[in-house]
């Protein structure tokens, strides 16, 4: 509704922010800047996803040279899986004067698009274990738990469905290599990350009513941290 309304009202300034926003070069993080940051200044509020989270992830893993042919081929679809999604979402969340943003609108959808994008094909789930150590080194733990419920129960899900998507084998191995190196950091946010990540995907797997993957992730919860409980 908000989108019609928008066209009706502000044709020639939707397409000027459509055009800025669809520019998504496979190299480029451009769309974090051009797009919703000079239109909307999120930066400026506390749903800042669009001026911190995003363009600093976009760059790093734009620039990582670590990842395997696979890890690079599945880095690239899935940058610009999540540009193609926060630039849907400004889209859907401006009111096309060039400044009005639904911020906090934008911020969650960009969230929420990174389980899905993530295990797009080709997926997390088929990365090697080296591919998603990586992964995990790129990111700030600090940064991850910036984002928080939303952000965490994301990788929670991603973990969670490789479990069933390649088999219990590869799950785990998957989910472990991303928590060992994430408790590598030898913090406490970094535990409880960590921690925090796979209570979700045990929720996650509860939810999807598979009780192999549940079981295994309990098992993993309980090796990691033993005198702890899951979080709901």
Known sequence: MLALLVMMLFPSQLAWAQSACQSNEKSSCAVYSDCI?????????????????????CTRFGAESSFSANGSAWRDKTLLCLKDRISQAYVAHSDG?????DCA??????????????????????????????????????????LGFPGLREMGIV????????????GDELARAFVDETVAENTEIAQDVAL?????????????????????LRQL????????????
């Open 221 to 232: 919860f309980d090796d990691y941290f033993p005198n702890e409980i899951p979080r709901g």
């Open 159 to 170: 973990l969670a469905t490789c479990y069933w998507e390649e088999g219990k084998d590869v």
């Open 37 to 57: 940051e000079a239109n909307c200044n999120c930066a400026a509020t506390s749903h800042n996803y669009s001026g911190t989270f995003g363009p600093k992830y």
């Open 196 to 216: 925090t990540i796979i209570s979700h995907a045990i929720e996650y797997a509860v939810e999807r009513a598979k009780a192999e993957a549940a079981t295994a």
């Open 97 to 101: 004067s060039g400044k009005g943003c």
């Open 105 to 146: 609108a934008i911020q969650a959808a960009a969230i929420d698009s990174h389980s899905s994008c993530y295990l797009d094909t080709p997926s997390f789930c088929q990365l090697s274990q080296a591919d998603v150590r990586v992964l995990a080194r790129i990111v700030d733990t600090p940064d991850i738990a910036k």
